[in-house]
């Protein structure tokens, strides 16, 4: 029988350095090693690894000092990506710095079609197959981004992005294709463009990975200086989150707005607005995790979360002391639309679930999420920290 639905994962391999002992010297820079493979019926075997050095903050708003990490991910269905990140929150007081350099190519990168109103249908899956929703896609891209503070509270966010794109659809029936071919869309080939950013982020939190307490709002314009398949856009994004003490547990909510240019281009589209590093989609850990990863496309998108974490102490047969096991019953959901839509409540997508977060040193972490939704009725998501 042919495997369905979201990746499921087989096993996680950490490796990470202890707590850091109390000293006035800076802490040392550390190796870190995470891997774990996933297997899927429209990725196959899914590889992925990461090798990376990082300094821990051992007290403070943040976790990390600083980290440098390269990633690699192999698929069975010929996925194939590199990159190196590097990140700099807490080197050099009143800055953040994040760079990435990475080269990707998607053998089956995900597109059920434009709108609100797109549809996915489990019968063409099963006499197309799960390719029909999908579509050949490369990119290389270069991303800086800095942060600088203007008081306690308040930070000032630049960013550039360069990309080069080259959309295909695959050389069978594929969603993709037919609007390709009824001129629905029109942005295939290679071509580059550049996106420019600036913004603000005033932030609260207490410590910001797993923040007890605190608010943050982000406001970002992204402006494309470079006409990319001809078709230069704006784009803006507000953000607010809370976070809210309930005894030993602690309330998070969050909600975001992004609007663009109707003349957003289909790759770019598939990629949310942040006020740090480049994300990919409607769907996952930080917007409606019990969606399908790329499920719901339009230039404009509208995303509520709201969660709730109890800590749970645990002890782990192979570690001195106890750690915590975060236990997040969540509840997500999300409106897009586009050109010829207006937003409205009509036609909301949500999910539920629980997430649990074991949280073994300061800045180490580890979620796995279990999510419903009629979209998806069985979500498991793998991944590293807190959803928002």
Request: aromatic residues 8%; charged residues 20%.
């Amino acid at each position: 029988m042919r495997a369905r639905g979201p990746a499921v994962p087989l096993c996680v391999l950490a490796l990470a350095a202890g707590p850091l002992p109390a000293q006035t010297a800076p802490p040392p820079w550390r190796r870190s090693v995470f891997g774990y493979p996933f297997y899927s019926g429209v990725e196959g075997v899914d590889l992925n690894a990461t090798v990376g050095y990082h300094r821990a903050s051992p007290e403070g708003r943040l976790a990390t000092a600083g980290q440098v990490d390269l990633s690699l991910r192999y698929t069975g269905a010929g996925t194939r990506i590199v990159s190196l990140a590097g990140a700099a929150p807490g080197l050099r007081p009143g800055w953040r710095v994040f760079a990435l350099v990475a080269g990707e190519r998607y053998a089956r990168f995900p597109y059920y079609g434009v709108g609100n109103a797109s549809v996915r249908s489990a019968a063409i899956e099963d006499s197309l197959g799960p390719e029909y929703y999908k579509y050949d896609l490369w990119r290389a891209t270069v991303f800086v981004a800095a942060q600088r503070e203007l008081g306690p509270w308040l930070r000032l966010h630049v960013a550039a992005q360069a990309r080069r794109y080259r959309v295909r659809p695959l050389g069978r029936p594929t969603r993709l294709g037919a609007e390709l071919a009824g001129g629905a869309v029109a942005d295939t080939g290679t071509a580059g463009g550049l996106e420019l950013r600036a913004g603000l982020v005033a932030d609260t939190r207490d410590f910001e990975p797993a923040p007890r307490r605190g608010t943050r709002v982000e406001a970002v314009v992204g402006r494309g200086v470079a006409a990319l398949y001809g078709r230069s856009y704006t784009r803006a994004l507000l953000l607010g989150a809370a976070y809210v003490p309930a005894g030993r547990a602690v309330v998070a909510v969050r909600g975001q707005v992004e609007v663009a240019s109707r003349r957003i281009p289909l790759p770019v589209m598939a990629e949310r607005l942040t006020a740090w590093g480049p994300e990919d989609h409607v769907g996952g850990f930080a917007t409606v995790r019990a969606s399908w990863t790329g499920r719901w496309l339009a230039p404009d998108r509208a995303v509520v979360n709201a969660e709730l974490r109890v800590p749970v102490r645990i002890r782990i047969p192979t570690r001195p002391g106890a750690d915590t096991l975060w236990v997040a019953p969540f509840a997500d959901l999300a409106r897009v639309w586009g050109a010829g839509e207006s937003f409205g409540l009509s036609g909301v997508h949500g999910g539920a679930g629980v997430q649990l977060t074991l949280q073994m040193s300061r800045g180490g972490r580890t979620s796995l999420s279990v999510a419903h939704s009629a979209d998806a009725p069985l979500r498991i998501l793998l991944g590293a920290g807190f959803v928002y």
